[in-house]
């Protein structure tokens, strides 16, 4: 099974700011990453899939990369909506699996 | 639009039979080009792929290994809408269960991100 490991747990940003958060795969994954934002009491919403697509409606300050194993989500300049907990997913191998969050909080 | 609405109970006993049902609008169970998921959210242990169903000319179904022995998902044509059995439960099968779609599969393969997903249905086990 592969592990996704996602740094850090929590992120204290003001709103403004740029937020980068990570998620290592254990092994490779190629680009089959999806990344997710929940919000309290509601589902995961996609927001990136192929480690660098955004997803219909997704706005442009969502961006996805990937080096190697390492993946990356960037919000460019987090906005009120933007704090929640994010989800990377990797879908190349059986079984599918999640990290285990990051929660991008108000400073 | 897809959309996902989940019904089912909330309460499940211990050692009896968890059941909950996803509608779908906007798409159809027996397309050729997507798969129709159930996924569970817990604090212990994260968001937790459960299985899935999906028609390519005959039903095909998977499943997870740390539930195969408990678990059946089910499609129902004829309301449109695909459900979880999920037997033998104990506490430790408390958690928000979701169903989700996946909207990209060729005849072959899909590309196995979810979107959308229901709203999600806290079922607690306990007696």
């Known amino acids: 099974e592969i592990v996704m490991t996602q740094s850090p747990a929590t992120l204290s940003m003001s709103p403004g700011e740029r937020a980068t958060l990570s998620c290592r795969a254990s092994?490779?994954?190629?680009?089959?990453l999806a990344w997710y934002q929940q919000k309290p009491g509601q589902a995961p919403r996609v927001l990136i899939y192929?480690?660098?697509t955004r997803a219909t409606g997704i706005p442009a300050r969502f961006s996805g990369s990937v080096s190697g194993t390492e993946f990356t989500l960037t919000i460019s300049s987090l906005q009120s909506e933007d704090f929640a907990v994010y989800y990377c997913?990797?879908?190349?191998?059986?079984?599918?699996?999640f990290g285990g969050g990051t929660k991008v909080e108000i400073k | 639009q897809v959309q996902l609405q989940q019904s089912g109970p909330g309460l499940v006993k211990p050692s009896q039979t968890l059941s909950l049902t996803c509608a779908i609008s906007?798409?159809?169970?027996?397309?050729?080009?997507?798969?129709w998921n159930w996924i569970r959210q817990s604090p212990s242990r994260g968001l937790e792929w459960l299985g899935r169903?999906?028609?390519?000319?005959?039903?095909?179904?998977d499943y997870a290994v740390s539930v195969k022995s408990r678990i059946t998902i089910n499609p129902d044509t004829s309301k449109n809408q695909f459900s979880l059995q999920l037997n033998s439960v104990t506490p430790e099968d408390t958690a928000v269960y979701f169903c989700?779609?996946?909207?990209?599969?060729?005849?072959?393969?899909?590309?196995?991100?979810?979107?959308?997903w229901g709203q999600g249905t806290l079922v607690t086990v306990s007696s």
């Open positions: 997913q990797q879908y190349n191998n059986w079984p599918l699996t």
């Open positions: 092994q490779s994954v190629s680009s089959n």
């Open positions: 169903t999906y028609y390519r000319s005959k039903w095909y179904n």
């Open positions: 192929g480690a660098s």
């Open positions: 989700a779609r996946v909207g990209y599969c060729s005849s072959t393969s899909c590309s196995n991100w979810f979107d959308p």
């Open positions: 906007g798409d159809s169970v027996s397309s050729n080009s997507a798969a």
